[in-house]
C-alpha cells in the first residue's frame, strides 16, 4: 500500500458567495498543495458550510472560480470528483444497511484504498459494529462510520464540515491522528470546526470568514 | 485494488437500492397493497354492476397505477437527500446520469414490476375479458417504466423543497397524461375487438424517449436542486 | 386461578407450558380433520342444486368464520397489552394477525372458486365479500405496520392502537357494505342461507370448524414461542436453553 | 406573564399550523390541484360518454377526495417530527389531546375545506344534478372531517418510520371506507331523486364517532411511536 | 422578576435501558435538588442520549422509576412537563418561521419567563434577526435559538442533550453562563456534552455511563 499521492493543486480564485442579499465573503484567494491543509474559522452564519460546499463543487461560487491542477473544477467535474472525498454535517450513510455495506459501497463509489473494511472499522474503534444496522448506532458511532470512509477510499484531497461534530474526546484524537497521517502522505485538507484541530504540520492556511 | 469500473458502479448501485427496498420490505409490498386498495375503491365509490365495472375497468386500473408510481416516487431519492448519501452519489466519478438510470431501474423493478404481477387479479375483480387483460399487461410492460422514468425528473426536481407531499404529483401527473391516454384506450378497444397496435406502438416510443431524455434531465435536476 | 394466569404469563412459563400443549393440540386437530373431511367428503349427500362443488363449503366457511373470530382476538390481545402491560399479550396479538390474515385469504379463495361455478364470476361487488376484502386489507396493515417499526415492544403496542381503532371500523364497515350493496343493486347473488341445513352436512362443518380452532391455536403458540425466544434472547433462560441444544 | 390557558394554547398551535400552511403555500394549493386532477384524470382514463360520467361521477369525486386527503395527511407531522418540534409538543404541559384537535383542525382548514370550495365546479365537469351538487358538499362537508381525523391516528402510528411512503395509506384507507360509501351513495341516490337523509345522519354519526375518539388515540399512537 | 425557583427533588430510582439486547444502563439512581447539575458523561453509544429522554418522560425506561417531588412522573406527567425545558439533538424549531414567532410559539407552550423575545435573542446575540425565516439560519445560529427558548419559559428543570453543538466559542460561553445563573437562582440541570462544562456550582453530580 504506497499512500504517497502525486501532486495536485487547488486554487481558487477571487471566489465569492451570495445568499439571498448579504455577501458572506467575496475576493477570497487561496491555494492549497500536497501536505496542506486550510482550516476555515468563522462565526456561526459567516458561511463556512457555504464555503465547503463551493469547494466540493456541489454549489457554485457566485463569482471568481475554483481551479484544480489548473483547470476549473466545473469543467474537469469528473476528474475532480475522484480526488474529493466531503463529509459534510449530513453523514451520507444509509440507515438500513450495515456498517460494512455502507462502507462496501462508498469504497465502489470512489478509488479504494486497498485497506480492508474491517481494518477501517477497527481503526474508527467500530470493531464489533460491522454487522449491526446503523440505524442503531448512536449520534457519535454514525459520525465515525461517516468519517471512516475517508480510510476506505483513497482521495488526495478531504473536505471537512465540522467533522468532530459528536465525537468523544478519544474519537477527536482518533480524527486528528488521521488527519496528520494523510497530510504526512501528500494528501490535501479543508476543514472547519468550532473546536481547535491538533495538526501536526505547519503547513496550515487560516481563513477567517468573520472579518 | 482498482475503482469500480462504470457497470460495475452501475450494478452496485442498484444492488444497493434493491437491498435497501427489500430490508425496508415494506416498500415493494406497499405499492401493490396501494395499487389493489386503490382498485378496490372504485367499485365501492360508483356501484357494483359489472357491466359499468367492466366499462370503467381499464381506466381504474392505469388511473391507479398511476397513483402508486407517484406514491412511490418520492422514496427514489428522498431517503438519500434526507441522509446525505444524494451528495455523495453527485461528487462521486461516475457519469451521474448513468447512476440515475440505475436508481429508476431498482425503483421501477420494486414498484412497477409487481404491478404487472397482480394486474391479471385486478382484470379478474373488474371483469375484464381475457383479451382486455392481454393488453392490460403488455400496456403495463411499456408504460410503468415511462412513469418511473418521468417521475425522477420530478423527484429531482423537487428534492430539496421541505414541503409537504402534493406539488411533485403537480407536476408530474400532467406528464403522466399521455401514457394513461394511450394504455387506457388501447385496454377499452382490446375490449371491444378492436385493433391495439397503434396504441402500443405509440407507448413504445413514449418509453424509448423516456429512456433517452429522463437520465441526463434527471441527473441535471438534482444538480441544480442540491445547490 | 390468578396465580395461575400470572405465571403462564411470563414468557418463561408460557414457553415450558405451552411446548407441552403443541404434540396434544395437534393431535387433536389432525382426528378433527379427519373425522371432519370423512363426514364432509363421504358421508354428506351430494346437493340438489350444486353437485359437489358445495363441498368447499367445509373449507370455505370455517375460514370465513375464523377470520372474524381471530381479529377479536387480536384486538383484545391488544387491549389487554396496552392496558396491563402484559407482554405475553403483546405477542399473541401480533401472533393472531399472520394467522387471521392466513385465513382471510383462504375464505377469500376458496369463496372465488365456489363463486365461479355458482355466479360464473369468480368475484363480484356483494357486500359480504367486500367487507372480507377489507378485513384482509385491516390484517395487512396491521401486519406492515408491525414489520415497520424497528423496536419490537414499540411495534407491539403501535399494532395495538391499530387493531383497535380496526375494531370500532369492522361494524361500521360491516354496516356500511351492506346499506351500498342494497342500496346500488348490481346482479342479485342468490345466497346458498339455506334456513334448514341437512343435518349431515352440518355435523362435518362443525367438526371442521372445531379443527380449525384447534389449527390456530396450535400455530398460535408455536408463533409465540418463536417471538418468546426472540425477545428473550439475552435473558437466562433463554441462553440456558440454547446451551443446553448446543 | 401568565401561562397560557387551553383555550389560549390551542389557538396558538392552530394558528401556527394555518401560518406555516400559508408560508409554504402549495399546501394549500397543491391538495386542491390534485383532486382537479385526478377527478380529470377520469374522463381521460374511460372516455368522455357524459351518460357514463355521471353515473360515476360521485364515486370519482369522492375517491379523489379521499386520495387528495390521504396524501397531504404526512404534512399533519411529519414537519413536526423531522425538526424535533413534536417533542416539544410531546412535553408541552397542555392536554396533548387538545392538541391534536388543533392540529386536526388546521389540516381540515387547509386541505378539507377547498375541496368544499371546487366541488360545485367539479359537478358541472361531470354533468352532475344541482342536487347531487346540493348533496355532494353536505357529504364532503361531513365527510371530510372524518378523513382528517382517522387519517391522523394513522400518521401517528407511522411518524416515526424511515419508510416510504404508501404504508400511511394502507392503514388509513380501509378505515375511510366507510365514508367513501355512505357519502357516495347518498350523491348517487340524490342524483337518482332518491331520500338520503338516512346516508347523512349516518356520516354525521361517524363524524362525532371520530371527533369523540381520534383525538385521545392520536395522542396515545404519538407517544408511542416517539418512545 | 423573581427568578428564584421553589425547590423541588427530581429522583431516579434504579432505572435501566435496554436497547434491543444490550443493557446500556442498569439500577441507575441520583438524586437531584435544586441548584444541582447533573453531568452524564460517557462514549459515543454509552447510552447518554437515551438517558436524557427517559428523563423528561418521552420513552420509559425499561426498569425503574423517576419522580418528580416524590410522584412518578408518568403519573404527574402534566406537572412534570410545566416544570421541565428540553433541548435535544433536534433544534424543535420551525423552518418557515422567523425567528421571534419561533420564540413566541414557544413561550406559549410553557410558563412565560417574563423576559420580552428581543431580549432574549440579544442575549443570544441573534439581534437582528428577529425577522429572519429560521431555514435561512446557519447551524450554529440554529441552536442558539433553540437555547434561547429556555430564558423566554421558566423551568426549573433544563435537560439538554449537547448544547453546544455547532456554536462557536463566543455562543459557548454565552451559554454557560445563562447556566451557571440559572443554577444560581435555584434551577436544575440535566445535561450531556463531549466538551468541559464549565459549572461555578460545586453541586454536581457526574454520571459516567462508560464505566
Ligand atoms: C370470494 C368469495 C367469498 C367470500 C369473501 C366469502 C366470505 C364469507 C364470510 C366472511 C363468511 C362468514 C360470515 C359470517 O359468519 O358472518 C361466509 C360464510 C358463508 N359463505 Fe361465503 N364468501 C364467498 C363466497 C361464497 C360462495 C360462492 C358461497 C356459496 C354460494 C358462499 C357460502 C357461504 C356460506 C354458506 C356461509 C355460511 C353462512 C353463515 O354462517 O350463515 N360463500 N362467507
Ligand atoms: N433506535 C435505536 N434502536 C436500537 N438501538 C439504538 C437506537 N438508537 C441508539 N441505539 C443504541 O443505543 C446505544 C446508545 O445510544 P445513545 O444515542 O443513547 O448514545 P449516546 O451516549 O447519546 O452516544 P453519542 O455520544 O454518540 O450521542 C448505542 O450503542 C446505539 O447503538
Ligand atoms: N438555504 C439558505 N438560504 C439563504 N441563506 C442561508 C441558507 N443557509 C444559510 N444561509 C445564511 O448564510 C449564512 C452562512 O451560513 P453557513 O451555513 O455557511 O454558516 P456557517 O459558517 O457554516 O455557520 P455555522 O458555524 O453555524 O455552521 C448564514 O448567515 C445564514 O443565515
Ligand atoms: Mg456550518
Ligand atoms: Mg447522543
Redesign the interface.
Known sequence: MNHTYTAATLEARDIACI??DRTLFDKLSFTLEAGQAVLVE??????K?SLLRIL?????PDEGTIHWNGGDIYRLA??Y??A?A?V??????????SAE?NLV??R???????LEISDALEAMELGGFDDV?A???????K??LALARLLVTRSPLWILD?PF????????SLIENMINIHLADGGMLAVTS??PVGLDSADITRINLSE | ????TLP??FA??LR?DL??AY??RSEIINPLLFFVLVTAMFPLGVGADPALLRDIGPGIIWVAALLAALLSLETVFR?DF????L?????????LSVLMIAKVLAHWLVTGLPLLIVAPLLSILLHLSDDAMHTLLITLALGTPVLSLVGAIGVALTVGLRKGGTILSILVMPLYVPVLIFAASAVANSDAGLPVNAHLSLLAALLVLATSLSPAATAASLRIS?? | MLHFFHKLASPKHFYRISGNWIPWLGLACFGFTLAGLYEGLLVAPTDYQQGDSYRIMFIHVPAAWMSLFIYMVMAGAGVIGLVWRIKLAEIMAISSAHIGASFTFLALITGSIWGKPMWGAWWVWDARLTSELILLFLYLGVIALYNAV?DSRTAARATSILALVGVVNIPIIHFSVEWWNTLHQGPTVTKFGAPSIDIHMLIPLLLMAVAFKLFYVMVLLMRARVEVLQRERNTGWVQELVSDYE
Chains 1, 5 share one sequence.
Do not use: V, Y
Open positions: 445568499r439571498d468563522g462565526r456561526n452564519g459567516s458561511g458550510t466540493c463543487g456541489i454549489r457554485q469528473t476528474g470528483n475522484a474529493t466531503w459534510g454535517h449530513k453523514d451520507g450513510i444509509k440507515l438500513e444497511l455495506e459501497f462508498a465502489s463509489l470512489g478509488t479504494p484504498s486497498g444496522i440505524i442503531n448506532l448512536s449520534a457519535g458511532q459520525r465515525r465540522e461534530t459528536s465525537l468523544d474526546t478519544h474519537g477527536i468550532h473546536h | 485494488m482498482k475503482p469500480a460495475q458502479a452496485i448501485l444497493r437491498t435497501l430490508r425496508r431517503s434526507d441522509d446525505g448519501s451528495e455523495q452519489l453527485l461528487l462521486s466519478p461516475h457519469p442540491m445547490s | 424497528e
